[in-house]
């Protein structure tokens, strides 16, 4: 469990692997999506997050070079269990329901 | 998908989640069992899973004061989540299975 909560990570990469989602991104589109984060911690996660193989990274020979990201099989299946962790998060905590209701 | 996993946390909470699991536990049955916990910290962690409403803790007006705790309906439904988290680690990540193989 301590194993698979260090692999996943608190806060960026759940973010990342949500920003990739289905999609194939280039480092400067993921980049934009996640808006708040700078570039150097995006690319230290995303290089994490390729050495985990939940996230494959290709290059193609252009000008200027072409790095393409997509979730591996690994982290699509990790990206339905972080779904079902906002499906739950969304739940129960529901910022409009009041957890104490004002007698 | 941030504040998601800010309530869960990485280290501890998971563990204790997974610890207390279908049971109903006092804090020493919990602390004996984690082992490599420190009171304070296990302390804190309950307090703020208390807090989130994931666990439910109940005090007995007994001699010394007996105090339980166990997992909500939130609770449970974190743990299988949880659960799933642990199959997908093992399915990818087996140790005797090498990243990359020799030649």
């Known amino acids: 469990m301590t194993r698979t909560m260090a692999t996943i990570g608190t806060k960026w990469k759940p973010i990342v692997i949500y920003t990739i989602g289905l999609k194939t991104?280039?480092?400067g589109e993921i980049f934009a999506r996640i808006e708040i984060i700078s570039k150097k911690?995006?690319?230290?996660q995303l290089k994490e997050l390729v050495e985990d193989e939940?996230?494959?990274?290709?290059?193609?020979?252009?000008?200027?070079m072409r790095v393409e990201y997509t979730l591996t099989e690994k982290g699509i299946d990790l990206l339905k269990i972080l779904?079902?962790?906002?499906?739950?998060?969304?739940?129960?905590?529901d910022p409009y329901r009041k957890r104490k209701p004002t007698p």
């Not at 779904?83 to 905590?93: E, F, S």
Request: hydrophobic share 40%; proline share 3%; net charge neutral.
């Open 41 to 44: 911690v995006l690319t230290e």
């Open 83 to 93: 779904n079902q962790l906002t499906l739950w998060n969304r739940k129960y905590n």
């Open 54 to 64: 939940i996230v494959a990274r290709e290059e193609f020979n252009e000008t200027p």
């Open 25 to 27: 991104l280039r480092f």
